[in-house]
């Protein structure tokens, strides 16, 4: 019994982290206005009302003298 519950947990918890992963997009910021956001994405499955997350791109440190 023991081996049936683990082996259909491995299956769920299987099937589940392959749901968890999210699509990355390259987009560039056209405009803000208050809190509304325009960007422009290449190829996107994106569709007006999807709930997205957003990472600022990292600045580069220039070093000199």
Do not use: P
Not at 1 to 16: R, Y
Not at 17 to 45: H, R, Y
């Amino acid at each position: 019994m023991k081996k049936i519950v683990i082996a259909a947990m491995v299956v769920a918890f299987t099937l589940s982290t392959g749901a968890a992963f999210a699509k990355t997009e390259k987009c560039t910021v056209d405009g803000v206005e208050g809190s509304t956001v325009t960007m422009t994405c290449k190829d996107t499955k994106m569709k007006a009302g999807d709930k997205v997350s957003v990472k600022a791109a990292k600045k580069k440190a220039i070093e000199g003298c």
